[in-house]
């Protein structure tokens, strides 16, 4: 056992974690990051389209808040979606005077772009690598600050003793050696999951590590149903390559149009005041539509169509998605359709948490996509992720911060260090067994073919009978790969454990909410319900066994309405 100790440890190096990692640091305690993978590669360098503020004389922070409750479909908590709106512009600001390189109008202001569902063009961008930008810089500051980073380690197990997280097992994939790190309290930002589903726009890393990680600890997930689902993700039959890379909502908040086979703009059909431009729940139910009803393009896709828009303000202001276009499926869009459909994109529930990041499990904090404070209900707005990264990562900092200052040394056992070597150990030695990448594509299969945009009893009770048996596979699963150092089959193989978790959560929330809302569409209970559902879904797990329970809605700013674009 290693002797590794700190007051705070903050898992995720994407832009929650690093802005967690910022603040905290500024209270002189001993702070450190644990990353799978350099910082610089998580999932939040891939952003694209921008981040949210009302920073115009002409826009307020209460009609981004009202945008945002809209767009959650009433499930956002209004109190928490205020502070998000109101801490925005100063945040913004803030990262401007770090040195983000903002693109800006000819008068030298930060420039923005209208996105979805939004009544004023608020989007701030680095053309359209906007989290690229962003976690540079952060990682930069991150770096000035002399922040300990544990790079390319993998956190297995939370620690928790006497009803309080008191620090981490971790795997270190170059040596293959099990570490326990001690720290008065733990920050969890490790990001989304979108690797449970079949067709996502996410990284391969993105396996929802945190979320899991406190279900198992008895931390509840909230609002686990809620999936959204991008409109516009590359059309393709090839998995590894081309399907699921994301083409930014800022291809049509430039002005792109989303075209059938008949060549017609069909959101004038869905939702005419808003058009290509509403929010994603809606656009992504349309294109699915407009698929099934046999008016997409053969193998079934639709067009994103960007050349009225013309060569040079592509270069300009979509240069990375001229780039995927050329390289990924080999077409120019200044002179053909972009073929797309929707797909897997981010998660609106995750780690049952509030404004400051706090869990149920003292010691232990959330921020990011793998928290669900929650500002985006039933669906997010393009462009308030990376807000939501940034303002409750700067709050959950500051209050990790304030409670290491005044509680007792973490002095844990190393029963949690030796349970997991144990585990790993009878995982490796198991020569012949069931292929993990089986019960991977399996279960993402069946997540992605009855958890989609529509949802309906009997075809999620049949995802679960799937789910349920991969799970139950995934007991015979067999590593391939004996050896310690740099074992990826092994970390996949953690991994995949981690997904199985969140699937089944997603699968029983979803099952359970009997109406429509947001990302969540049945086509058996197709309207809202706010007599019996405006409520946030908790998945606990009990033991092992997933128990749902209920919690109220903060609805004090705005009225639930019916939600017309
Ligand atoms: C392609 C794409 C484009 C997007 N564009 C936009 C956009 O324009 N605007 C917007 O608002 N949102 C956008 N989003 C969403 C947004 O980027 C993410 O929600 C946000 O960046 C997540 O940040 P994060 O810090 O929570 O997690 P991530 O950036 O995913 O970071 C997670 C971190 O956790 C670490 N980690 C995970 N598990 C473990 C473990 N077991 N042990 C150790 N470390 C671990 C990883 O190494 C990583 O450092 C986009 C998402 C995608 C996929």
Redesign the pocket.
Known sequence: MTGISHDILV???????LRTAIEASKSGQSVAI????H?LR???V??????NVAIKSDDKWEDHAFDTVKGSDYLADQDAVAIMCREAPDDIFELDRMGVLFSRTPDGEIAQRPFGGQGSARTCYAADR??HALLHTLWEQVNKRGIKTYIE???TSLVVENGRCQGVVVLDWSTGQLHLLRAKAVVL????Y?RVFKRT??AL??TG??MALAYRAGVPLKDMEFVQFHPTTIYGSNVLLTEGI?I?EGARGEGGHLLNNLGERFMAKYAPAKMELAPRDIVARSIATEIIEGRGFEGGYIKLDLRHIGDPMIKAKLPQIRQICIEFLGIDPSVEGIPIQPGH??SMGGIDTNADGTTTLPGLFTA???ACVSVHGANRL??????D?IVFGRRTGRKVSDYVGHCAPAEPSDDTLRLMEEKIDRLLSRRLGIKPSDVRTASAVAMSDHFGVFREQRQMEEGIKKVREQRERFADVAVGDTSRKFNSALLSVLELEMCLDLAQAIAESALARQESRGAHCRLDFKDRDDQNWLKHTLAINDNGKLRLEYKSVDISMFEPKARVY
């Open positions: 898992i995720g190096g994407g832009l929650a974690g644990i990353s799978k993978v910082p998580s999932h939040s891939a952003a694209q389209g921008g981040i906007t989290g380690w993998f956190v930002a490790t990001g989304g979108g726009t996410n890393i993105n590590d945190g994301l930014t994109h981010y990011g996509e793998c393009g462009g308030n992720s990376l807000l990264t």
